[in-house]
T-cell receptor
Framework: GAGVSQSPRYKVAKRGQDVALRCDPI?????LFWYQQALGQGPEFLTY????????KSGLPSDRFFAERPEGSVSTLKIQRTQQEDSAVYLC??????????????FGPGTRLLVL | AQKITQTQPGMFVQEKEAVTLDCTYD???????LFWYKQPSSGEMIFLIY??????QNATEGRYSLNFQKARKSANLVISASQLGDSAMYFC??????????????FGSGTQLTVLP
């Protein structure tokens, strides 16, 4: 089947604009994660969903960041009033279970956000 | 809190030779998983190999093997018979597996591998 998809792949925003980034996880995957990857760095956790429930949002850097997954499948990461420091690659990952043990996360191609 | 350290920002290897990418980790938990991902210039993170903290044997997946030394808290990735297509950024990551722990992966800063023809 299809892997994790993300759209748009590239987004250029003017400082102060709102942006919405979409993630389509692998069909049937219960868990969904958002990560932020700055240039030359490893990804850093933003938030985690189990089905439609947002169980962990401890990594969101400010209240300008908001994520939702209303029907337990597609997820949207919204950034309000974008700032230059928001420029990064936003990665979405999913895995099939909500249980413990080995849980390989499968990543999408990411959305590269550039805020001017 | 967990921490992953990758001390090699860049590595070069001749085609067809083996290369080892270093990874050390820090956690106080006894049950955890270690992962290696490959990130080509296209940006997608590709899962390569997994090692559980209680696995007695080192993990292997084709040309990839994980040299797991629990006492040293190291989980080095060995790529045998390097190919030009192996040129990419490589990330070591971990997550704690005990009940109640966070689900997310903690990543290192990565190693840029370049395979020379």
């Amino acid at each position: 089947g299809a892997g994790v998809s993300q759209s748009p792949r590239y987004k250029v925003a003017k400082r102060g604009q709102d942006v919405a980034l979409r993630c389509d996880p692998i069909s049937g995957h219960v868990s969904l994660f958002w990560y932020q990857q700055a240039l030359g760095q490893g990804p850093e956790f933003l938030t985690y969903f189990q089905n439609e429930a947002q169980l962990d949002k401890s990594g969101l850097p400010s209240d300008r960041f908001f994520a939702e997954r209303p029907e337990g499948s597609v997820s949207t990461l919204k950034i309000q009033r974008t700032q230059q420091e928001d420029s990064a690659v936003y990665l979405c990952a999913s895995n099939p279970s909500s249980g413990w043990g080995e849980e390989t996360q499968y990543f999408g191609p990411g959305t590269r956000l550039l805020v001017l | 809190a967990q921490k992953i350290t990758q001390t090699q920002p860049g590595m070069f290897v001749q085609e067809k030779e083996a290369v080892t990418l270093d990874c050390t980790y820090d956690t106080s938990d006894q049950s955890y998983g270690l992962f290696w991902y490959k990130q080509p210039s296209s940006g997608e993170m590709i899962f390569l190999i997994y090692q559980g903290s209680y696995d007695e044997q080192n993990a292997t997946e084709g040309r990839y093997s994980l040299n797991f030394q629990k006492a040293r808290k190291s989980a080095n990735l060995v790529i045998s018979a390097s190919q030009l297509g192996d040129s990419a950024m490589y990330f070591c990551a971990m997550r704690v597996l005990s009940s109640g722990s966070a689900r997310q992966l903690t990543f290192g800063s990565g190693t840029q591998l370049t395979v020379l023809p």
